[in-house]
């Protein structure tokens, strides 16, 4: 049975890091820890948006299926194009 140089070398680091000694966050470090944290999750209220920016319905609703159907509509006419100039330059033979 052969060892593979790759177990010595994790066994290494896994020897080293069973010596690392555990280290616990004193009483003052973590009520400064929670307090941070839960100042962070309550946070602040969110910023006031301004009525056309929250009534966008009407712009989800109409424009932007519109805009990508024009899209789609593009790209099948240039499929549309490019396969006619490639059967065209074919069928002139």
């Not at 309550?42 to 299926?65: S, Y």
Request: charged share 25%; proline share 5%; with cysteine.
């Amino acid at each position: 049975m052969t060892v593979d140089r790759e177990d010595n070398r994790d066994d290494e680091i896994l020897a080293s890091l069973a010596r690392l000694r555990s280290c616990d966050v004193s009483q003052r470090r973590a009520r400064q820890l929670r307090g941070r944290c839960h100042a962070i999750l309550q946070g602040e209220p969110p910023a006031k948006r301004l009525p056309w920016m929250t009534d966008g319905a009407p712009f989800r609703r109409v424009i932007v299926p519109a805009l990508g159907g024009a899209w789609c509509l593009a790209y099948l006419v240039e499929i549309i194009r490019c396969t006619a100039a490639i059967y065209g330059y074919l069928g002139t033979r």
